[in-house]
């Protein structure tokens, strides 16, 4: 079981409080995401639920047991960190071995979870080198498989990939989401990368000052954002904003529309505009397109064949039945 829920969690540091009364129910299996822009407080809130840190007011219940002032360790979870915090000196095995040594488990216990864990995780032929003889992603799978062999209630990982490049980032985040299909675990994840949080996540938890903004699941968030900040937050690239008499015939005081609903036109169209840079990725091409009265220029997701280039006169025709309204307030208008 991994149900994790906070009831008017706070936290102060000193004088100031960063994370203002909050509640939030994770269930048992769930595949969980703190999203939000650095200083949110994501890492701040994961590091109360696995107790690192003290609330200064609120409770935490795991499966319907207080654990407020429970210490770490009787916590039953396990925590994945940005650092993977190997011993050098150790083999791989005796890396996924050391909380269970800690434990005092005998040596065939231990055998028998590493080799359970390593063959999981794509690690069996590694077992005997050392941290230093593998590559970065598979440096985490150690520390991930150091975690699973406890057998926790919830795994936290607490952006576990921000260490690896591009193309070993996309390799871990397929693999951490086919190891929560296989255990099945609850598992809270933080990351600044709205990418990984829609690609990942059963709900996501948007996060801003320490506030939730909104819970939801990815396709919630993308197609009913509840504020501009969500609004602008997720998705990728981010949604356009256009105010003023752009806005005005819409009856909202801001409107939004992401790029991959605006249509691009040569002759005729709702926006003439101006194209700025193009960039052109093969199946897609993002044109940035300055139009009157919007200071920053709009992005476009077109097809990768659109020959617009650099000084190109075009037209941007929103997709009206895609459109986002938000008031005065910078909430969404239903």
Not at 27 to 47: A, N, W, Y
Not at 49 to 64: F, N, P, Q
Not at 305 to 322: C, F, M, Q, W
Request: proline share 5%; charged share 20%; with cysteine.
């Amino acid at each position: 079981m991994g149900q994790i829920t906070l009831k008017q969690i706070t936290k102060n540091f000193g004088d100031v409080q960063v994370i203002p009364p909050l509640d939030l129910r994770i269930d048992d299996g769930e595949f969980v995401v703190f999203v939000g822009p650095s200083g949110c407080g994501k890492s701040t809130l994961l590091r109360l639920i696995a107790g690192l840190e003290d609330v200064t007011s609120g409770a935490i219940t795991i499966d319907d047991r207080d654990a407020t002032e429970v210490p770490p360790a009787k916590r039953g979870l396990a925590m994945v960190f940005q650092s993977y915090a190997l011993y050098p000196h150790m083999s791989v095995r005796k890396n996924i071995a050391f909380p269970l040594r800690m434990a005092g488990l005998d040596k065939a216990a231990q055998n028998a979870k590493v080799d359970a864990a390593a063959k999981v995780l794509n690690l069996t032929d590694y077992l005997d080198r050392r941290p230093g003889q593998l590559s970065g992603g598979q440096r985490q799978r150690v520390a991930i498989g150091r975690a699973i062999v406890r057998e926790p209630d919830a795994f936290l990982f607490d952006e576990p990939l921000s260490n690896l490049d591009a193309a070993l980032r996309v390799n871990m985040r397929l693999e951490i989401s086919e190891l929560h299909q296989t255990l099945k675990t609850t598992m809270i994840y933080v990351t600044h990368d709205q990418v990984e949080a829609m690609t990942m996540a059963d709900k996501i938890v948007v996060l801003q000052a320490g506030v939730i903004e909104q819970v939801g699941s990815p396709l919630e968030l993308y197609h009913t954002p509840r504020n501009k900040f969500v609004a602008g937050f997720i998705g990728s690239p981010k949604m356009n904003f256009l105010a003023g008499e752009y806005a005005a015939g819409y009856g909202a005081a801001t409107i939004g529309v992401r790029p991959e609903h605006i249509s691009v036109s040569s002759s005729e169209g709702a926006w003439p505009g101006k194209v700025g840079v193009s960039e052109h990725l093969g199946s897609d091409t993002f044109l940035y397109v300055d139009i009157d009265g919007v200071d920053e220029p709009i992005t476009v997701r077109s097809s990768g064949e659109i020959s617009a280039r650099h000084g190109d006169n075009i037209y941007l025709t929103p997709d009206v039945s895609k459109i986002h309204r938000f008031d005065n307030q910078d909430l969404r208008i239903a």
